[in-house]
């Protein structure tokens, strides 16, 4: 208990003795030695800041000029509206984004006209987009409408993607069987008109 006495005392005398001898000279004195702490620090700063922002000696040595000759008042605003932006760091990285992503690009377009040459009309073979109605070449019809959902889907899809309602096939008329159908027809016409 003597020993924690002993210290408090030695805080209190050490208070008292400051308090004692502040006078405004001394207030003055502090506050000087104060401000060229702080303008020193910015300084440090500011040599550090732009040796990680630019490589440009010119930009770097008018840099830390301003903040010396301008002191920080004045020369730290000054320097915070003329340095660059980024450091070389964050350029660098928005470089290697950029081109990342330029590829991702470049892959995700060679997919798509990859998967663009894949489609084929299922009745010509030609090649199709996917959201053709109809085929270009051929002109038949590559979609048709759900009988449940009345969404469009392609017609030779055995069940709907949208309701799961299976699809019945379209019976499709060939141009042989037309022509055949007309022929017998024709013949039938003909022996009535004999």
């Known amino acids: 208990m003597d ?24 207030i003055i004195k502090f506050a000087i030695l104060y401000f060229f702490i702080i303008w020193w620090a ?10 990680n922002r630019t490589t440009n000696i010119l930009i770097q040595v008018l840099s830390i000029l301003i903040v010396i000759l301008f002191t920080p008042i004045f020369g730290l605003p000054i320097y915070l509206l003329i340095r660059p932006r980024t450091t070389i760091f964050e350029k660098y990285y928005e470089e290697e984004t950029q081109l990342e992503s330029e590829e991702e690009d470049e892959e995700i377009e060679e997919i798509k006209t990859e998967k663009k040459e894949i489609l084929k009309c299922p009745h010509c073979n030609k090649h199709i987009e996917n959201d053709f109605q109809f085929c270009p070449y051929c002109k038949e019809k590559l979609t048709k409408k759900c009988e449940k959902c009345n969404k469009d889907i392609k017609i030779y899809w055995s069940n709907c993607p949208y309701c799961g309602e299976k699809e019945e096939k379209e019976k499709k008329v060939e141009k042989t069987d037309l022509k055949e159908k007309i022929k017998v027809k024709i013949e039938k016409v003909e022996k009535e008109k004999e």
């Open 42 to 51: 910015f300084i440090i700063w500011v040599v550090k800041d732009i040796t």
């Open 3 to 26: 020993f924690v006495n002993y210290i408090i005392e030695g805080f209190v005398w050490f208070y008292e003795l400051i308090i004692s001898n502040i006078t405004l000279d001394w």
